[in-house]
């Protein structure tokens, strides 16, 4: 597989070039352009091995309902296929922002729910819980813990950028992307409750270990309470 990023950081797309037969998963309703033979499977957005095992219907029925409704993902992610000379594809995130790719190579990487945007088959995909304070957050009940063998893409609002931590860091709840499993994290008050509720900046995470951090430059849930302010009551 062969791939490019252009437009980025503000309206990144995804070009992907495959193989005779080559295969690779995207998020349902990515798709920009594609050559004409390229066959597109849809199944269930559930958890998968890095052997491509889903796990079962049932369970995926389960798993992708809980990634839709708790996560912010689709319900179903499709599978591309190039023919018997290769394909081309084409894949962009609904908002406008970057992508950026992340090689899996025995590592793990987790993904925040809605940030998840393709992979090849090599790469597994669990969905974890991330506590009960991921939900009060904000940010939804629910990581995807990456892993395996394969390029993994990632998209955010805003641009991404990276810090790389040792010791402890804290961030905005809506603007974490990935990080690396060496890092634990706690999501917290930012100071007392009155600060929580008053300074506009509500919970944030800690994390605490070695490790490197992505972020988006922009915060979805700060612009939709803008837009919600000029709605007509």
Known sequence: ????????????????????????????GSMVGMSADM??????????????????????????TARKFLGGETLFINTYTAGEKGGQLMVAPALSGDIIHYPLKGDTLMV????????????????KFGGLSTLFGGEGLFLIKTHGNGDLFVNSYGAVKTIDI????IIDTGHIVAFEESLDFEVRR???WKSTMLSGEGLVCEFKGKGRLYYQTRNLGAMIG????????
């Open 112 to 127: 925040q729910a809605s940030s998840y945007m393709a992979s090849s088959p090599g790469v597994g995909m669990e969905l």
């Open 166 to 169: 040792d010791g402890s860091f």
């Open 190 to 192: 930012i100071g007392s």
């Open 226 to 233: 803008w837009l919600t302010k000029l709605l007509p009551s």
């Open 39 to 64: 066959n597109v499977e849809t199944s269930l957005n559930a958890s998968y091995g890095a052997d491509g095992g889903g796990g079962g219907f049932l369970k995926g029925l389960v798993v992708a």
């Open 1 to 28: 597989m062969k791939f490019g990023i252009k437009y980025n950081p503000s309206f990144a797309m995804l070009g992907i070039g495959l193989g005779p037969e080559e295969s690779v998963r995207v998020e349902a």
